[in-house]
């Protein structure tokens, strides 16, 4: 479809008309904002001196109260309307310089000709002839752009469908007021716009796509139906930008009870929460809590473990090859993140109601003064129909009101008269004081010898009995290590069922006394392996009862394949009033307990079949066409990956003759892309480890100075040169990717598939990958035509 010139001059006359009225409008409401922000200062500062205060008669005191409550009405109304009116005006100052980037002419069925809506990042409203110059993308009749190419199409809205026709669908990339480009799209959203956001260079940061939102994506961004959305994405389809907008659409659809802070955001990795902090500010909302899993799990159990995060552990994956426990270890981990563990967990937790419960005793200077033993057996005395979380709760108060009683009989011992005679003045004179208020202020007769020193005896074993108070209240008694460790207890032989208690029999992984051995030593050097931190605080939630916070509506959980089932069922109990939307794809599932999303019992045990959608996004954004049907021949089931026609060069596999030739071609090579407008170039590493290495090697060549080292600390995402962990370059991307060491010797491993997958598909624009022996078998078994080999010369100059 070609657009005329005199098309082309309309759409600048018109953009230039809604700048002159976005403009006047932005002059009249500037100087009412400010008006309106004095007039709250003033009403804040002078409250008092507009109130009659009067409390001299039940007559005064009534008008004093009414009149302060009118001053009150009138600083909230004076704070709401300068709030609405300066958001008015900061969605206008935004709007200034690309007040809209698409249009439809939508014919409503019965309607003589169609109405132009043109699509903005907010709306804007002429109050001069009434009519709204830019509709906001969130609004119903918006979801046309997004939804339909131009002909027959409906949208909903909240009095039910309304049908028509599309007859022109047109975008425009506009800035500051000036019309770059515009295109008429014969399909949903035009190849053109996309290409063009597509070829531009990585930020540090990553941007909205909202004038480029595809089809698939939209369903996600709109979704509003189901408890719990699934989405499986291939790399680079979008998944996070749909999430970002997908908040910004509920925002705008429930801004009369939703606001950012009922949304919650669970994110790989702290840097991450950097690298997608502006989009939605650039849509001009708040951004909404953003937390790791890891951040909870140091929260709640952080003051009693050491706990390993999800990257040590990964670490240890990686390199720890030759410690003896390792298979053991890794027929750990699996066997910790399924779902037979979760099963095994909850009947555990059920055997508990009859049996089985574990108590530390309650000890004073070396004595005990309530034994396990008595604690279980006041336990189980309780009705069996009490659950566990209320019968830790009665627990709990019978122990106190023991405590109590052991108390009142220390104050006769020994111990107590040789500390009283050891009391400082400063300490007398505390006793002294509390003595004071426990007796409403009148002097306590300290002359009357044997009451000083009962009160003193009392004071002094009060405090020596307030910490074990202290950790009664906190349910310190309950042994949850011994606990856990019950489910880890060794058996005779490798191959057996379990059978305890004569419950059901449990089915156990290989090296099971090698697992239960670790785990003990482990959790008894108040080490706590990341794979045992979701399950012990989930067994912990179990006896207490679980924590929930019910304020949160909405949770969405990026990378939500490197899952656990204990996590996801930790956070469905923590956020029960709200919905859940997990996005992620299984074949960057680089964890041992990565789930498949769609399809997996974990999610959807979790609110059931009906209350489960799922979207699957093939189409992939990122990456040129020639890196994904690269990336996608590695993996099985790769074809139905669809790359979005961007060209590029194809990945270039560099052999080299020995590791400095390597080396010194990385330098090159990332000098080279630089000089190529290539400005922010990863070198990714499979660990960290590695990383480190290839940081102390490369940082000091000629023209690298400024190469940074990302780790798991590295607390915000930036550009240029940086050498990365693949397991950390999770969710981000760069305009050029370097395979630090793609050889044999490094991904040995079948299971290394997935990180070697992710590692590459961070590329946008170009791919390089290095080895100095044999080529790793992930890449060697792609087809050669979908790749340029290019092999060094023996380089004496590079060695
Ligand atoms: N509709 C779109 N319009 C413009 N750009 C898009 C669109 N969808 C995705 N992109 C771009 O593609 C890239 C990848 O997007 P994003 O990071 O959201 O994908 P992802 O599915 O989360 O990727 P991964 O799982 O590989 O981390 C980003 O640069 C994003 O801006």
């Known amino acids: 479809m070609s657009i005329s010139e005199q098309d082309r001059q309309q759409e600048q006359q018109r953009i230039e008309r809604v700048r002159r009225l976005l403009q006047k409008q932005i002059e009249k409401n500037e100087p009412e904002v400010s008006d309106l922000r004095a007039q709250v200062v003033d009403i804040r500062t002078n409250f008092w001196d507009d109130v009659t205060v009067n409390i001299a008669n039940s007559d005064d005191q009534l008008e004093t109260a009414i009149s302060m409550k009118q001053q009150a009405e009138i600083l909230s109304e004076r704070e709401r309307s300068h709030r609405h009116l300066q958001a008015q005006l900061k969605s206008m100052k935004r709007l200034l310089p690309s007040p809209y980037f698409g249009r439809i002419d939508f014919k409503e069925k019965g309607d003589p000709s169609p109405e132009q809506i043109y699509i903005g990042v907010s709306s804007f409203y002429n109050e001069e002839d009434d009519t709204f110059l830019v509709y906001d993308w969130r609004t119903p ?34 800035r500051d007021g000036e019309l770059k480009a515009m295109f008429d799209t014969g399909v949903t959203i035009g190849d053109e716009l996309l290409q063009q956001v597509l070829g531009k260079s990585a930020g540090t940061q990553m941007q909205s796509i909202v004038a480029t939102i595809q089809q698939e994506q939209n369903r996600i961004i709109r979704n509003d139906r189901s408890k719990l959305l699934v989405v499986q994405g291939a790399a680079g389809s979008g998944k996070t930008s749909a999430a970002l907008q997908r908040v910004a659409y509920l925002l705008y659809k429930h801004r009369e009870h939703l606001s950012a802070d009922r949304m919650v955001l669970f994110s790989p990795n702290p840097m991450f929460n950097s690298y997608i902090s502006s989009v939605l500010p650039e849509l001009g909302e708040e951004n909404i809590r953003q937390t790791t899993f890891q951040d909870y799990l140091e929260h709640r159990l952080g003051k009693q473990f050491q706990i390993e995060d999800p990257f040590q552990q990964m670490e240890y994956r990686l390199n720890g090859h030759n410690d003896p426990g390792y298979e053991a270890r890794m027929s750990g981990i699996r066997y910790k993140n399924s779902e037979l563990f979760l099963d095994d967990m909850l009947r555990f937790g059920k055997q508990l109601e009859k049996s089985g419960m574990m108590f530390k005793s309650v000890r004073f200077r070396s004595r005990t003064l309530i034994t396990q033993e008595e604690m279980r057996a006041k336990f189980y005395s309780y009705d069996a129909s009490i659950r566990l979380p209320n019968r830790v709760e009665l627990m709990k108060e019978w122990l106190l009101a023991e405590l109590k009683r052991f108390e009142v009989a220390e104050r006769s011992a020994d111990w107590v008269r040789d500390e009283m005679d050891y009391l400082d003045n400063e300490q007398y004179q505390r006793a002294y004081v509390q003595m004071r ?39 310190a008694f309950i042994d949850y290590t011994g606990l856990y460790l019950r489910l880890f207890s060794p058996v005779p032989d490798q191959t057996l069922e379990l059978n305890e208690d004569g419950t059901e029999g449990r089915s156990l992984p290989g090296r099971w006394n090698e697992i239960c051995a670790y785990t003990k030593e482990r959790l008894g050097s108040k080490e706590l392996p990341y794979e045992d931190a979701a399950p012990l605080l989930y067994l912990r939630e179990l006896v207490e009862g679980f924590n929930s916070n019910t304020n949160i509506r909405y949770v969405l959980i990026d990378e939500a394949q490197d899952y656990s089932p ?37 999610l959807l045990r979790l609110y059931g079949e009906v209350e489960t959608e799922n979207i699957v996004l093939t189409r992939s954004y990122r990456s040129t066409r020639e890196i994904v049907e690269f990336t996608r021949a590695m993996l099985p089931g790769g074809e139905a990956i669809e790359p979005f026609q961007r060209d590029g060069g194809k990945p270039v596999i560099v052999f080299a003759e020995s590791g400095s030739d390597r080396l010194e071609q990385i330098r090159l090579d990332i000098l080279k892309l630089n000089d190529e407008g290539f400005h922010s170039i990863a070198v990714i590493c499979k660990s960290a480890t590695e990383s480190a290495a290839a940081f102390e090697e490369l940082r000091n060549r000629p023209g690298l100075d400024a190469i940074k080292l990302v780790t798991r600390e590295t607390p915000t995402f930036s550009g240029g040169f940086v050498i990365i962990p693949a397991y950390l370059a999770k969710g981000v991307e760069f305009d050029a990717v370097l395979i630090y060491d793609a050889s044999a010797a490094a991904y040995d491993d079948e299971g290394l598939r997935k990180l070697f997958y992710t590692a590459c598909t961070r590329a946008m624009h170009r791919l390089r990958l290095y ?20 092999t060094l010369p023996a380089n004496p100059m590079l060695k």
Do not use: C, W
């Open 141 to 174: 009749v918006a979801s046309l752009y997004y939804d339909y190419p131009p002909g027959p199409a409906r949208y909903e809205t909240p009095s039910g469908t309304i049908g028509g026709e599309i007859t022109l669908k047109r975008q425009y990339l506009i």
């Open 437 to 475: 208020k426990r007796q409403g202020g009148h002097d306590p007769a300290f002359d009357d010898a044997l009451q000083e020193e009962q009160m003193l005896r009392e004071v002094i074993v009060r405090h020596h009995f307030k910490p074990l108070r202290r950790r009664i209240k906190r349910l």
């Open 566 to 602: 204990f996590q996801f069922e930790f956070l469905k109990r923590l956020f029960p009033f709200s919905r859940m939307t997990a996005l992620g794809d299984f074949n960057q599932g680089i964890f041992p307990h990565s789930t498949t999303l769609v399809g997996s019992s974990a």
């Open 771 to 790: 080895t100095a022996g044999e080529l790793t078998r992930l890449a060697a078994d792609v087809d050669s035509s979908l790749y340029d080999s290019v």
